[in-house]
C-alpha cells in the first residue's frame, strides 16, 4: 500500500514538480500576494520587504556551504573514508542497506542537525556505490527522513537551546526553561521516537520492486564522490610544494584550533551551534587529511555541491522578509490562537508552525517572531510555557519534508534532484504529520 502511494506521489512529483529554485521563486510571487490581499500592503511595500530581508540569509548561508564542504572533507579523509566506507559494505540486501542508513543519519542529526544531512547523505551514496540491487533515491530519501524525524529530540535544535540560554529575548517572561521540559520531555521523546521507528517501517514497505530499481551510477559530475584522486605523476618538490604538503604547519593550526575548542566546551558545555561545529569540522578534517594540500583538494571537490545553497537561500530570506515585514506570520499565528481554548491549543500551535515553516524555512528566526505569541497564548491559558516551544519546534521540523530548503545539502550532494525524492518525502510528511498530532494533543494530557 505505502509503495503504491509513494509511486503515485512519484508519478505526479515528475510531472508537476518544477526544479527547486522554481518552487522558491514560485513561493516568493505567492507570499507576495498574500502579504498584499491579508494585510494590504502595496505591491511596493512587499517588494520593498522582499528586498529588506534578501541578504538576512548570508551569515547562515555562509554556514550552510561550509557545513557541506567541511563535512564532505571531512569524511573523505582516508581514516573516516576507510570507516564510512567499511560500514557501507555491511548492508547486503535493499532492507538491510535502509535500516543502517536510517540509523547511520539519525545518529548523525541526534548529534547535529547538520552532521545528520552531510553523514546520512554521504553513507547513502556508499552503500548505494557498494549494492547496487538498492535504490539511490530512496537511500537519499530515507536518510533525510531519519535526520528529520529524529530532530525533535536533537542536542543542537535552536528554540529549546535558546530558552535554556541565559540572556534569551523571552527570558524576563518565561525564565529559563529546563532541557529536561523540552528536548527529554516525554513529548518530544515521543515524537522523535515512535516517528523515526514508524518512517523506518514505511521506507521499508516503500521500497522500489527489484525491476523498478535505480541504482548509483557515476555519471552526475556534480555528485560527491568518497573514491580516491587519480595519482599524479610526481616531480621534486620545490618550496612551494614542501609548504603545500608541510604536516608542521598543518598540525600547528591545528594545535591552536584544539585549544580554542576546548576553551570553548570547558565555558560552555556540549553546545554545538553552526560556527563552532564548522570550526570543528574544519580543524579536524585538517588534522585527518595531515596536509593542507590534501584538505584544500577535498574542499574543491565538495564545491560543487554547494550551488543550490548560494542561489536559493537568498530568496528564502527575501520570503521571510516579506512574512515578518507585512505581518503576515502574526495574522496566522493569532488567527489559529483565536479559535484555540486549552486542549486543543497544543495541535493548533503544532499546526501554525508547520504551515509558517514553509514561507519560513529558519527556526532560529521562525522562534523569534511566533515563538512569544504562542508563549503568551499558553500563559493566558494557564498551560506551560514548554507546551508552546515544544509545538512551535516539532511544526518547525515536520514541514522541512514539504519544503526543500533543507533537502538542499543532500541534493548537492548526491547531484538528485528533488523531484527524485520528493515523493517518499511526502509519505513520511503524513505519517510524522499523525504521530506529531497525537504526541502534542494527547501526551500532555496524561502527564
Not at 573514508?81 to 540486501?93: D, E, L, N, Y
Amino acid at each position: 500500500m505505502l509503495r503504491s502511494i509513494s509511486q503515485r506521489f512519484k508519478v505526479g512529483v515528475e510531472k508537476y514538480l518544477p526544479n527547486a529554485f522554481i518552487f522558491a521563486l514560485l513561493l516568493t510571487l505567492i507570499v507576495m500576494l498574500m502579504g498584499m490581499l491579508m494585510t494590504g500592503e502595496s505591491l511596493f511595500g512587499m517588494v520593498e520587504h522582499w528586498y529588506s530581508g534578501f541578504w538576512s540569509f548570508l551569515a547562515f548561508t555562509t554556514q550552510m556551504i561550509l557545513i557541506i564542504i567541511t563535512g564532505y572533507a571531512l569524511v573523505k579523509a582516508p581514516l573516516v573514508q576507510k570507516w564510512v566506507q567499511k560500514g557501507a559494505r555491511v548492508p547486503k540486501t535493499q532492507k538491510s542497506a535502509i535500516i543502517i542508513t536510517m540509523l547511520v543519519a539519525a545518529v548523525g542529526g541526534y548529534l547535529s542537525w547538520g552532521l545528520g544531512f552531510v553523514l546520512g547523505t554521504l553513507f547513502a551514496m556508499e552503500v548505494a556505490r557498494n549494492l547496487q540491487s538498492s535504490d539511490f533515491r530512496i537511500l537519499i530519501a530515507a536518510a533525510y527522513t531519519a535526520t528529520i524525524a529524529i530532530l525533535p529530540i536533537s542536542i543542537t535544535i535552536t528554540a529549546p537551546l535558546l530558552v535554556n540560554t541565559p540572556e534569551h529575548s523571552l527570558e524576563e517572561q518565561i525564565g529559563l526553561v529546563p532541557l529536561t521540559e523540552t528536548i527529554f520531555s516525554p513529548t518530544m521523546l515521543f515524537v522523535a521516537l515512535a516517528g523515526l521507528v514508524a518512517v523506518i517501517f514505511a521506507y521499508i514497505k516503500m521500497m522500489p520492486k527489484e525491476n523498478e530499481v535505480i541504482p548509483f551510477h557515476e555519471t552526475n559530475e556534480t555528485a560527491a564522490t568518497l573514491e580516491a584522486p587519480a595519482m599524479a605523476i610526481e616531480e621534486p618538490p620545490n618550496i612551494a610544494d614542501r609548504l603545500d604538503n608541510s604536516k608542521l604547519l598543518n598540525y600547528l593550526i591545528v594545535l591552536l584550533g584544539a585549544v580554542w575548542l576546548f576553551m570553548y566546551f570547558s565555558k560552555n558545555g556540549f553546545n554545538l551551534e553552526l560556527n563552532i561545529l564548522n570550526f570543528g569540522f574544519i580543524i579536524l578534517g585538517l588534522a585527518l587529511h595531515g596536509s593542507p594540500k590534501s584538505y584544500i583538494s577535498a574542499i574543491t571537490d565538495a564545491m560543487p555541491s554547494a550551488g543550490g545553497i548560494a542561489l536559493q537561500f537568498p530568496f528564502y530570506a527575501g520570503i521571510m522578509g516579506m512574512m515578518i515585514g507585512s505581518g503576515l506570520i502574526a495574522i496566522i499565528s493569532s488567527g489559529i490562537v483565536a479559535i484555540s481554548n486549552e486542549f486543543t491549543f497544543p495541535f493548533f500551535s503544532f499546526l501554525s508552525a508547520s504551515i509558517v515553516n514553509i514561507f519560513v524555512p529558519s527556526a532560529g528566526g521562525q522562534w523569534q517572531i511566533q515563538g512569544p505569541i504562542m508563549v503568551e497564548a499558553a500563559q493566558q491559558m494557564g498551560l506551560p510555557v514548554a507546551i508552546a516551544i515544544n509545538t512551535v519546534t516539532i511544526g518547525d521540523i515536520v514541514t522541512n519534508l514539504l519544503q526543500p530548503f533543507f533537502v538542499l545539502p543532500a541534493l548537492g550532494l548526491s547531484g538528485l534532484s528533488l523531484k527524485d525524492i520528493w515523493g517518499y518525502c511526502l509519505v513520511s510528511l503524513i505519517i510524522l504529520f499523525i504521530i506529531a498530532t497525537i504526541g502534542v494533543t494527547f501526551i500532555p494530557m496524561i502527564l
